[in-house]
Antibody
Framework: QITLKESGPTLVKPTQTLTLTCTFS??????????VGWIRQPPGKALEWLAL???????RYSPSLKSRLTITKDTSKNQVVLTMTNMDPVDTATYYC????????????WGQGTLVTVSS | NFMLTQPHSVSESPGKTVTISCTGS????????VQWYQQRPGSAPTTVIY?????PSGVPDRFSGSIDSSSNSASLTISGLKTEDEADYYC????????FGGGTKLTVL
């Protein structure tokens, strides 16, 4: 059974840096082709892809947010970490991590998500 | 920038069939696979269709996906609608980055 779970602060202040951790089980991030991605969803709005890291440490970022994002992995701990700098209230959203599958470029399964609120 | 456009909402009665469209803004939607995710209120998305028309195990065959190159669109069709199908549905594809549609709210009434 493959599971992913997001963890991190539920409340951050404007201008602060957000650090989220995705802890997963049931698959290895050292398996060729596999990745872990981050996707967010503001309340009542659509899904937005943020970043993805592949088994070989190849990293991909959303062009619109690239300057603010960093994604890293710790294969031995089965964890992927996303940092987002200079947080703003518009970044208030549920943040999901998900396993990224090769060839077809899709996500499955997803973590339960974690709601991050940006407010002073 | 490649975008996927979905209708904001659709509604249909139980037992009927509904089709949700997902139109690519440029290029050929057939160039990369399209996935469909179901998101019930308060829950994470789950996959109902991957690689244009494949169903994950556990997804009923009432769900089907297709591609229409002439209209540069993908479609999700749900037949024999059940009240439990009421959810938001998102299409997703890839164009040097992962792209999601704006989502369609399906109401079964």
């Amino acid at each position: 059974q493959i599971t992913l779970k997001e963890s991190g602060p539920t409340l951050v202040k404007p201008t602060q840096t957000l650090t989220l951790t995705c802890t997963f089980s049931g698959f290895s991030l050292s398996t060729s082709g596999v990745g872990v991605g981050w996707i967010r969803q503001p309340p009542g709005k659509a899904l937005e892809w943020l970043a993805l890291i592949y088994w070989d440490d190849d990293k991909r970022y959303s062009p619109s947010l690239k300057s603010r994002l960093t994604i890293t992995k710790d294969t031995s701990k089965n964890q992927v970490v996303l940092t987002m700098t200079n947080m703003d209230p518009v970044d208030t959203a549920t943040y999901y991590c998900a396993r990224g599958l090769p060839i077809s470029f899709w996500f499955d399964p997803w973590g339960q998500g974690t709601l991050v609120t940006v407010s002073s | 920038n490649f975008m996927l456009t979905q209708p904001h909402s659709v509604s249909e009665s139980p037992g009927k069939t509904v089709t949700i469209s997902c139109t690519g803004s440029s290029g050929s939607i057939a160039s990369n696979y399209v996935q469909w995710y179901q998101q019930r209120p308060g829950s994470a998305p789950t996959t109902v269709i991957y690689e244009d028309n494949q169903r994950p195990s556990g997804v009923p065959d009432r769900f089907s996906g297709s591609i229409d190159s002439s209209s540069n669109s993908a479609s999700l069709t749900i037949s024999g609608l059940k009240t439990e199908d009421e959810a938001d549905y998102y299409c997703q594809s890839y164009d040097s980055r992962w792209v999601f549609g704006g989502g369609t709210k399906l109401t079964v009434l």
